[in-house]
């Protein structure tokens, strides 16, 4: 009779981390987060937390995370607070991504044409790359030679990104994604290999930092596009639509919501109706 033979059982190895970080400590970031961004983390995402956070806590001189955390709620952890919610946002972007959206607008800006200033909100704005993508839209779409009306507001919750939306400063792999022409017609390049948006753009839009989870944004005017693109994926769906219903009075009534590729707001349709893809009208009222 042949002898089994037993399996091999191998000692479980925990990768060994500089901070202490336990369950307890992930789960206070996570109520911390939405409560400040609106953003929901699941629970495979506490290893990104840690690799996030963890240059935050070497530069301040704390010893674990949860003295990080009793820091953030502390009164003298307020200014942190900003550097927080930074390091946990997400901020991939890239010229004129999901290019359909952009040719949809071309088509709705050249019926705005000679009917007044145009006011476009660009409310995940990131680090610049979507608001420029705008800008050279609407100057492509209206006739050579002539300055659009159009108004950019670029709004988003991380205050580094901004900075470098606001200097319009890019490398050359980044103006490479851009169509062809686009590079020596809308951008300078400086003596280091870098790439500045010409004033035409900058002048066009006006960056600063916006919580789309603030009980009062604090706008005033109503927009003939609004772009809010692959930011509520990160939202619980109560939160996606209170943000989509604060949207709804915000758009004229020929105007567009721009969403991300992956999002969808069937549960909205009392407030928006589906125009394209991934292009949003507001809904006619029920009779």
């Not at 900075?163 to 103006?175: A, L, P, Q």
């Not at 009075?249 to 969808?264: D, M, Q, T, Y």
Request: some cysteine; glycine content about 6%.
């Amino acid at each position: 009779m042949q002898n089994k033979i037993p399996p091999i059982v191998l000692p479980k190895f925990e990768l060994k981390r500089e901070f202490d970080f336990r369950d307890q400590d992930f789960e206070r970031i996570r109520q911390l987060i939405h409560k400040e961004a609106g953003i929901a983390l699941n629970a495979t995402k506490k290893d990104m937390v840690y690799g996030r956070l963890v240059r935050r806590i070497r530069e301040l001189k704390l010893p674990t995370f949860a003295a990080y955390i009793d820091f953030l709620q502390s009164l003298a952890g307020k200014r942190e607070f900003e550097q927080f919610v930074n390091a946990l946002t997400t901020n991939l972007t890239f010229f004129f991504r999901e290019e359909h959206h952009f040719q949809m607008l071309s088509a709705h800006l050249k019926t705005l044409a000679g009917k007044g200033e145009v006011a476009i909100w660009c409310a995940a704005a990131s680090s610049g790359e979507e608001p420029y993508s705008i800008a050279m839209s609407a100057l492509e779409a209206f006739p050579l030679g002539s300055k659009p009306p159009i108004h950019i507001i670029a709004t988003d919750l991380d205050t580094s990104m901004l900075e470098v939306g606001r200097k319009g400063v890019y490398s050359e792999d980044k103006i490479a994604k851009l169509p062809a022409g686009y590079a020596g017609k809308y951008f300078d390049k400086l003596a280091d290999g870098h790439y500045q948006a010409k004033s035409v753009l900058r002048d066009m839009i006006q960056f600063s930092r916006l919580n789309l989870i603030d009980s009062s944004w604090g706008l005033r005017k109503q927009f003939d596009a609004i772009f809010c693109r692959n930011v509520m994926i990160y939202f619980d769906r109560d939160t996606q639509f209170a943000v989509l219903k604060k949207f709804h009075p915000l758009i004229k009534p020929h105007g567009l919501l721009f969403v991300g590729h992956s999002e969808n707001f069937y549960f909205a349709s009392d407030y928006f109706t589906l125009k394209g893809k991934t292009v949003y009208e507001l809904s006619k009222p029920k009779q």
